[in-house]
């Protein structure tokens, strides 16, 4: 399932926030019995927006953590980790291989490996130190969206 609608930023004193039941980087897939799944954006926000005026709105909610905490065992260097990665952004995965059933996500940004941040690392940088890490490996991901309000790269969209 592709979600089309990922919370990314809540308004503080709207009413999602004072629900105290969404969190940064749940999917929403449904809403008053409408589904969001596949839908282009777009479409997504007109239903989300069709909303403002309603009394009650229910959702269905898949709740995701922004942060992903993922271990990768690999015994040696000549294993090879399964994904690759541009700029600290997972862009391709291998089926079955050990950063799969680690937990990798295509699209998720890296930002700690092994307890050092790579916020602000240059990609050579992110790519040695994949390339040379053995035993357990433990990085911290999230979604890139997320990520880049979450550095002030983007500006949140409210809807």
């Not at 959702?59 to 995701?64: G, L, P, Q």
């Amino acid at each position: 399932m592709l979600p089309t609608v990922v919370l990314a930023h809540m308004n503080p004193i709207g009413p999602a926030a004072h629900s105290n039941k969404l969190n940064i980087g749940d999917q929403i897939i449904n809403i008053n019995g409408i589904s969001l799944v596949g839908l282009p954006l777009s479409a997504a926000q007109t239903q989300i927006k069709n909303m403002k005026t309603a009394t009650a709105v229910r959702m269905t909610v898949v709740s995701t953590p922004p942060v992903v905490e993922v271990r990768i065992r690999r015994p040696d260097t000549k294993y090879q980790l399964g994904f690759s990665v541009q700029n600290g952004v997972i862009c391709s995965l291998l089926r079955g291989g050990i950063a799969e059933r680690g937990g990798i996500r295509v699209g998720h940004r890296i930002i700690e490996i092994n307890g050092t941040s790579v916020v602000a690392v240059a990609h050579d940088r992110i790519v040695n130190m994949l390339a040379t890490a053995v035993g357990e490996i433990h990085m911290k991901t999230m979604p890139t969206s997320m990520f880049r309000l979450l550095t002030g790269q983007e500006q949140p969209q409210y809807i």
